[in-house]
């Protein structure tokens, strides 16, 4: 089965700053991995995603993420946030075809940008 | 436009009601997902659909019963069985067999008085 780390639950930077949210997964297999940010009582919306190919995806938001196959990470980065940014941000995964096509997702991390 | 929508945004009910909680997506996807989210704990997934008349459980169906009826549709009922209802509850589409986005609905906040 997978599994999704999200190894800080709040992150506080000040605006203009870069950020990085950490995320590792374990899983005997590959799998696809998602980035969704979530506002204050809202659903959330994907920032990006890893399917194959390249191991940098860019999404949107100027957001970025970096797929590390021996690490089991998926972290993700922005160069310079704004307050605007001010989320809760999951890393989530999901098994091959065959698989139950489930999402797990991780416990989330509150990012607060602050002026 | 095309999204998902859940209603009612807040609902109250009473320990020991059953209530329900409607999704409707105009999107034309064939799955469509129920998630429960407490804080700190992410997103845990109830039940799930890939097509009419067809369901499956996820981790923590326990307490909650769905119909796919509808293509579009997917309403989520809570009932008395379930011993700590109050959550803040997400609706989710897709196509089915993709490896693609999940599309949320902005969610309804029960709370169980």
């Known amino acids: 089965a997978q599994s999704v780390t999200q190894l800080d639950s709040q992150v506080p930077v000040f605006e203009e700053a870069p950020v990085e949210l950490r995320c590792n997964y374990s899983?005997?297999?590959?799998?696809?991995l998602f980035w969704y940010v979530q506002y204050p009582n809202q659903g959330l919306q994907l920032l990006l995603k890893?399917?194959?190919?390249?191991?940098l995806v860019k999404g949107i938001n100027g957001f970025e993420a970096e797929f590390n196959k021996s690490q089991t990470s998926f972290h993700l980065r922005k160069p310079s946030v704004h307050i605007s940014d001010t989320a809760e941000y999951f890393c989530?995964?999901?098994?091959?075809?065959?698989?139950?096509?489930?999402?797990?997702f991780g416990k989330g991390t509150k990012l607060t940008v602050n002026p | 436009d095309g999204g998902i929508t859940q209603s009612p945004k807040y609902l109250f009910r009473k320990e020991g009601q059953n209530v329900t909680l409607s999704c409707e997506q105009n999107?034309?996807?064939?799955?469509m997902y129920w998630y429960r989210q407490d804080p700190g704990q992410g997103l845990r997934l109830i039940y799930y659909?890939?097509?009419?008349?067809?369901?499956q459980k996820g981790d923590i169906a326990e307490g909650y019963s769905v119909s796919r009826e509808k293509k579009e549709s997917f309403p989520l009922t809570v009932t008395s069985a379930q011993k700590n209802p109050t959550a803040f509850y997400l609706c989710?589409?897709?196509?089915?067999?993709?490896?693609?986005?999940?599309?949320f609905g902005p969610g309804t906040r029960l709370t169980v008085l």
């Open positions: 989710a589409s897709s196509i089915r067999d993709s490896y693609n986005e999940q599309f």
């Open positions: 899983s005997s297999v590959s799998v696809y």
């Open positions: 890893y399917l194959s190919g390249s191991t």
């Open positions: 989530a995964v999901m098994p091959p075809r065959g698989g139950s096509e489930k999402l797990v």
């Open positions: 999107l034309n996807h064939d799955a």
């Open positions: 659909s890939q097509i009419v008349n067809d369901f």
